[in-house]
């Protein structure tokens, strides 16, 4: 057998072949088991609670650590376990034929109001016990009561779009902390600490949208942020940064937004553009900020603190998130629940 010699040069460049297909090799194996950025939320199924809501929808949401408590359009108060779908009455409709709105729940009573509006200030705030339905005190003399919350011992609402008034929980006090025939109130939101945080339209002022912070002891709001000429909606508070929606203004055109302010600095931030639709409520918590904006899609929304991995969560008029469950009902009479957190 003829044995051909192999050259020196020969060896080299095999040599330079085999470690140029090592590297190639090498880098698609890199490339192949490289892992994808991991989204910003954990999206579970959705999940039909009750298909059969009766009357003309839902009124008001609350939860618990056990239930999420509903109140039926003409209807009873009912209730579903967080866990579960068995759904069980709570209390019948009230003995005026009232609705609750807003209804906040504490130490088993149940704090809501009437929602009416119109002649002889037929607006009503109510403290009744949960066990038997018996009103512990009634509070009359309001028109159109609206965002009521809960925040210590005290409730805080908007009467009639010019005052803001509170009441202590014992009911043994009722105060008007702010009147001001010149602003029209469009929201409120109260912080953790107590911090009174207003949007009202400055009818002195060209009709320019203001959202203001109210410091007991003074006449006037103080300013925070002037918004053009968008109404703010809906407001809340967390962990010392005020966040809001507002509406669209059709007659200049300016894009209305998801935006949030520093109630430490006043830095204004606008998150998430809402050109799409007006929004009708919000909910913030450590998870992000969530809003259900649009006629008649009513889309449900999902963003982070600074206004990233925006999402849709689902379609429904009144929604409310319990921890990490997101309970909404819709004009189909179906309550649906869905799983959602950051990761």
Known sequence: MIKTPISRNWIVNA????????????????TETEEEPEATWFLGDVVVVSGSLSGGGLTSMMSDSNSLYF???????EKVSHSGSSITTVLPQHTSHYDRYDMCLANGYLFWHNGLMGGGDPGKIYKTLLSSGADIWVKEGFNDPKELQMVGDYLYFLNYQEHIIRVSLDGTSVDTLLTDTNRTITALAVSDNGDICCAYLDNDDSGRRVVAKLVLGLTQPVKLADRGNRMTIRMIVHDNVLYGVEGKDYSTGETPWVFSIDLETSDVHELVNLSAGNPDDLIVDGDGVFWEYGYPSHTIMAATHS??????????????????????????????????RRR
């Open 307 to 340: 206004g990233a991995d925006v999402t849709t969560i689902g379609w429904g008029y009144l929604f409310h998130k319990h921890d990490s469950i997101l309970y909404w009902a819709n004009h189909d009479r179906v309550l649906r629940k869905r799983t959602i």
């Open 71 to 77: 109140n039926v359009y003409s209807g009873p108060l």
């Open 15 to 30: 040599a330079l072949l085999v470690g140029l297909l090592s590297g190639v090799l090498s880098c698609s194996k890199s």
